[in-house]
């Protein structure tokens, strides 16, 4: 807490900056008040809720168990989401600062979401038992600690450490690979059309969150090429315990097709999620000379 | 920082209490989510722009002085909101936490309007000059000194402190009175319909956080009673500069009219929402054994 401010020497948006209207991240924050405004009480789950309701014990489980992830996932994200605003805003950096506002009530909405879903379709059973030690580790432990240590530590290494937690592995790998055992399971389906409907729009609000991952990501890597290092034992660290809870997760399949499908494929999406990260990561290494060009790029995978 | 769990023990949503639905903070962001939806970027400020080209020396730099005022405020209310957040996440207050993500959210859009407006009307020089002392001493000193210590110090005292500062000086009593003198001058003349326009909005906007403020200095001084005197002595402190600086703004008027109005009768209006606010307040340390009624009315006040 030593680097925290007491007072204000002055306010940006005062002075002839205003806002930088073109800054990367001012432009996510337009697409998120452009696109980020749908709300899941509009949404009709009443053909899910029959879903559910007709469904077999262990069909029922397999769902039970993919919105227990999900929605703790979603919860956890938004409380532990806080020390990132925290540091963007101490580091005077007003228009992240901005895009982040609209990145934190996505991410309550999302809780919404699910906490919805189960009210409206009636699994209002506790989920808790469907975490497992592989989960707890994620999102109980690792997570948090990753998050809160900015509050006592702002070095770009814990900066890192914390974005690459969050966003690359969090949100880039485990939450890209549920939404896609949702659409892989219940799209063709049309089993739980109110969830994929949601699902949809949540893609849409952590393809920003992503954005703004990556963008940092590369920001800080190319300042100091060294950086890289912390990211990929970052990454390194989390793998077991992510694979580890995907497995869990689809262990009641027993290897079997459920809803049609061979759910066994889904710890290989999660691998190529995992891949496709570092490779997006590791361009800032190399370009550390050329920050305006990564800039661009960045820019680009947001649009 | 010690209050700081490093670790979650369990996710509310995935347990069998969800969200409750019906929880007044719950339902102020069913509102935020409905209403809040609005954009700068779809107003019109082309008439604004005219006036301030066509306006005299003066009255453009009573338009300024209050420009000035505004944007830096919604700036520092936006930097300096998110160790509430920190507080009502940490008590586990899951339905205030996610209300106060549309909260931050509105607070962001509110600095981006006055950025905007100054933007598209051409007052892009630089308006920090018309921070006076008595305006520093309250938006660079006293509040963000009130807020941060909710870091180190989360007691209930500490809470009262911050949120009369916040909702019931700085929001209650200032932006009201601001948004007062606007429609006072210009919404009659029709001379800045765009800054009409969004103040409106704004003014629906804060009309929720205060109801968040009342909401939750009426929960906290309702289970002790002694933290009213932490209310009214926060609420005294701060009163001379708060006049301060509302006279320091209408000082160019010399007390004559402008825009056909009267600008000093401002300080009244202050004084009466400063009178409105501490009213309000004072019915919880009467009724520390009926908190469900305060909540209700608390209700009835956000509606």
Do not use: C
Not at 30 to 54: H, M, T
Not at 181 to 210: V, W
């Amino acid at each position: 807490m030593n680097s925290l401010p007491k007072v204000h020497t002055g306010f940006q948006s005062s002075t002839e900056k205003l806002l930088d209207w073109n800054h990367p991240m001012y432009k996510l924050y337009e697409k998120a008040k452009k696109f980020g405004g749908w709300n899941p009480i509009d949404i009709d789950f009443s053909v899910d809720r029959q879903s559910v309701l007709n469904s077999g014990p262990k069909e029922r489980e397999l769902v039970a168990q993919l919105v227990a992830l999900f929605g703790a996932g979603e919860e956890a994200v938004t409380l532990d989401f806080l020390p990132v605003l925290y540091t963007m805003a101490n580091e005077g950096r007003l228009e992240d600062t901005i895009y982040l506002t609209t990145f934190l009530y996505e991410e309550a909405k999302h809780t919404e979401f699910f906490a919805r879903w189960r009210q409206e379709v009636g699994m209002t059973e506790d989920l808790s038992k469907y975490h497992t030690d592989n989960y707890k580790k994620v999102f109980y432990e690792m997570l948090p600690q990753a998050m809160n240590a900015l509050y006592t530590d702002n070095s770009p290494e814990a900066q890192v450490r914390a974005l690459t937690t969050y966003h690359m592995v969090v949100e880039g790998m485990l939450a890209e690979s549920g939404y896609h055992s949702f659409r892989l399971g219940f799209q063709a389906t049309g089993l739980l059309p109110g969830m994929i409907e949601g699902i949809k729009n949540l893609g849409r609000d952590e393809g920003r969150h992503i954005g703004f991952g990556t963008y940092t990501l590369r920001r800080l890597i190319s300042q100091d090429p060294k950086l890289y290092d912390v990211f990929t034992e970052t990454m390194d660290g989390l793998l077991p315990y992510a694979i580890g809870l995907i497995n869990d997760t689809i262990a009641i399949t027993e290897g079997e097709e459920m809803y049609g499908v061979d759910w066994t494929i889904m710890t290989d999406y999660a691998i190529k999620q995992y891949n496709t990260r570092e490779a997006s990561i590791s361009k800032a290494k190399d370009h550390f000379d050329a920050y305006l060009e990564i800039e661009e790029e960045a820019e680009a995978i947001i649009e």
